[in-house]
């Protein structure tokens, strides 16, 4: 079969990275161009962090393999780019959509600004996009967009195809809670969610001093198995000088922000790379794993970004 690539695109809100997880978790190969291809910003040089890497983006693109690849996102030089594309679908929300989204999302503040609220819906107005893109009502549930998404494409529904064992799940697997360090104490004598005859003690305390909460719910191993990655790459988020009572807890500190921040940048990882040592470290093939992997690396960046000295992130998985 002849290799079709197809990009779903939208503004912010439209639900791209939503769509992203959703065909990951299908078992369909998917790229979120925010993880993967963004290059880094850079304040010396004035690089434009809303560029895709040409490298990085055409050596997918240009790929014989998979036979379909969805890549979720958008870019202010992907015109360069369309002429890879077999189709391009256009994420269409309304006004109210965009702005009850906007304010709601946890993962990305942008648009929380009352002035980039503004620019957003103006944007939205407008209803720009690329040449023979087709649109997609995106205000509709999840599950029937990517439906819709896949009878465009040509490819087999979520009746015909098997969710992946790693895939996303309808609550978190893995939770950051960045609080106050004068209230790890507390934290630390909170009973574990394995003591007999408590609830999830533990999470609660957590939601009482939390500053911010940060979620990952891809399969805990895949976080379990990115963190031992890391530590051998050198970014050792598995010890501290504070300690928990359960081995699947962390607590990183700002001593951890300062060595590894600007390590963690999705970017500059291989997702290739990081699915050969998934696969190699479970005993099972995983196609699309890298990705989820790539999110895990957002997840711990986004984790580090707001501590400072006075603030530490209590970090659980399962």
Known sequence: MARRNYLVEGLSGAGKSSVYEE???????????DRAWKLRADRDTGLD????????????LASPTPAVLFVCGSSSNRDRFLHHFTKIFNLRIDDATMRRRLEERTNNDF????????????????????AGAIDVDATRPLHDVVDELLRLADCRTATDTTPAPWAKRGSAIGQSFVIPEVALPIV???????SPGTSDRLRD??????IARIEYSWSGAVLATLLTYLDEQGIDLMRSDH???EDSVFVLTSEHRERY???LDPSEFDGAELRRYYEQ????????????????IAFLRDTLAPLESAGVAVLIIG
Not at 205 to 210: C, N, S, T, Y
Not at 281 to 296: I, K, Q, R, W
């Open 23 to 33: 065909l990951i978790g299908r078992g369909y190969k998917a790229i979120s161009t």
């Open 49 to 60: 962090s809303s560029m895709w890497d040409h490298q990085k983006a055409l050596g997918e």
């Open 111 to 130: 648009g929380k600004q009352p002035e980039e609220l503004e620019l957003m819906l103006e944007l939205n107005r407008r209803d720009e996009k690329p």
């Open 188 to 194: 630390q004598v909170a009973p574990g969610r394995r």
């Open 205 to 210: 305390v957590l939601g009482r001093e939390a």
């Open 243 to 245: 300690q928990m009572r």
């Open 261 to 263: 921040l600007a390590r």
């Open 281 to 296: 470290s479970n005993g099972t093939a995983a196609e699309g794993v890298g990705y989820a992997m790539l999110d895990g």
